[in-house]
C-alpha cells in the first residue's frame, strides 16, 4: 500500500556532501515514521536514521550523528537525508522504509513493513 522511492545517490569524495529523498504515497497514515536504511556489501542493513511523521523526532546511529540530518516535507510527502562530511565507510545501497507501527515506533525501534528500491551512494577518497 505504501510506495517509496528513493532518489539523489551518486558518487562523491570523501568531505563533500550529497541529499538523499524518499518520495512517498499521496497518502499518509495518521502515525508513522519514515527511516534510512543503508547496506554495505558483505554487511548488514543498518538504520541510519528516522523521523516521526507526525511531530518530527528523529533517530541518528551514532556513525552519523553530527553530520547526517533526517527532515521531512509534508506537503510532499517526502522525507530527506542530508549527508555532510561524507566518508568511505559511508558507501552502501541506502533504502528507504516505513514503520507502521505507530505510537511513537521509529525511534527506539524501527520495523520496516515496506521499502524502497535503494539508491547507490559511493565515496571515494
Known amino acids: 500500500q505504501v510506495q517509496l522511492v528513493e532518489s539523489g545517490g551518486g558518487s562523491v569524495q570523501a568531505g563533500e556532501s550529497l541529499t538523499l529523498s524518499c518520495a512517498t504515497s499521496?497518502?499518509?497514515?495518521?502515525?508513522?515514521?519514515l527511516g534510512w536504511f543503508r547496506q554495505a556489501p558483505g554487511k548488514e542493513r543498518e538504520r541510519v536514521a528516522s523521523?516521526?511523521?507526525?511531530?518530527?523526532?528523529?533517530y541518528y546511529d551514532d556513525s552519523v550523528k553530527g553530520r547526517f540530518t533526517v527532515s521531512r516535507d509534508i506537503p510532499k510527502y517526502t522525507m530527506y537525508l542530508e549527508m555532510n562530511d561524507l566518508k568511505p565507510e559511508d558507501t552502501a545501497v541506502y533504502y528507504c522504509a516505513a514503520d507502521l507501527s505507530g505510537y511513537g515506533s521509529g525511534l527506539e525501534h524501527f520495523e520496516a513493513h515496506y521499502w524502497g528500491q535503494g539508491t547507490q551512494v559511493t565515496v571515494s577518497s
Open positions: 523521523i516521526l511523521w507526525n511531530d518530527g523526532r528523529t
Open positions: 499521496g497518502r499518509a497514515y495518521s502515525s508513522y515514521a
